[in-house]
């Protein structure tokens, strides 16, 4: 094998030690909401790019442009402040959005301009590619369902505890927890106990439980309200 070849090096200038630096623009991958704090209100939108990016300068939430639907469709809620980036992620902080709603039944959409390629303000890898404009994109679902009302009832009305409720901020796709799942106290509903009891979806967004023993008779109120608490089974989900 004889090898008699030249080499040449290609934009030498780009880098002071002949470094070669790719010309490839970061791409867009995907985007999705958060609850960061889990209290029931989405407050993020995070987009997702193929390669590692940064904030050159400042890039103002004005710069995208978000779409979500109101009341029973969706949360709506505001682009505010400046966007964030660590490792292939952009964050942009949402406000105003609907309390106690993570679901949506029109997906949100998010759009991002480049400004003309400003070269201060910009989103860009590590060799200083500028993402470019984007269209409206699906946003999906990151936040996780919490719970946002818990409610003990004396269904039959005979004044004795012997039904929970709990109500999710959207409805739960998956639904195979079982009650080992759920640790319930009782304190002032006395008498009244989860072990034996069974365990219901009456809707979509609802857990429900008919306790194994109801309440001590005549107790339909508290100071000291009971508790209940959930751990994910892992197999099993709500």
């Known amino acids: 094998l004889e090898l008699n070849a030249s080499l040449e090096l290609v934009h030498?200038?780009?880098?002071?030690?002949?470094?070669?630096?790719?010309?490839?623009?970061?791409?867009?991958?995907?985007?999705?909401?958060?609850?960061?704090?889990?209290?029931?209100?989405?407050d993020q939108v995070v987009l997702t790019f193929d390669e590692n990016v940064s904030i050159g300068g400042t890039v103002a939430s004005t710069r995208f442009t978000w779409t979500s639907a109101s009341g029973a469709n969706g949360f709506a809620g505001s682009l505010s402040g400046n966007a964030s980036a660590s490792g292939t992620d952009v964050t942009i902080?949402?406000?105003?959005?609907?309390?106690?709603?993570?679901?949506?039944t029109t997906t949100p959409t998010i759009a991002y301009s480049d400004n003309s390629d400003d070269g201060t303000n910009k989103i860009q890898d590590t060799d200083g590619n500028i993402v470019q404009t984007f269209s409206a994109q699906n946003v999906s679902d990151g936040?996780?369902?919490v719970v946002i009302s818990k409610k003990y009832q004396d269904v039959d009305v005979n004044g004795t505890v012997e039904r929970?409720?709990?109500?999710?901020?959207?409805?739960?796709a998956t639904q195979t927890a079982v009650i080992g799942d759920f640790v319930y106290a009782a304190n002032d509903i006395t008498g009244s106990a989860l072990l034996g009891g069974t365990l219901a979806y009456p809707a979509s967004?609802?857990?429900?439980?008919?306790?194994?023993?109801?309440?001590?008779?005549n107790i339909t109120g508290h100071t000291t309200a009971p508790t209940i608490a959930y751990t994910d089974g892992g197999a099993t989900a709500v």
């Open 12 to 42: 030498a200038a780009d880098g002071a030690d002949g470094t070669l630096f790719t010309s490839d623009l970061p791409g867009f991958s995907s985007a999705l909401y958060k609850d960061s704090d889990s209290n029931g209100t989405v």
């Open 93 to 104: 902080t949402i406000d105003s959005a609907e309390a106690n709603e993570t679901g949506h």
């Open 143 to 145: 936040a996780k369902p």
């Open 164 to 172: 929970v409720l709990l109500t999710l901020s959207e409805d739960a």
């Open 205 to 217: 967004n609802e857990v429900g439980f008919v306790l194994g023993t109801a309440g001590n008779a």
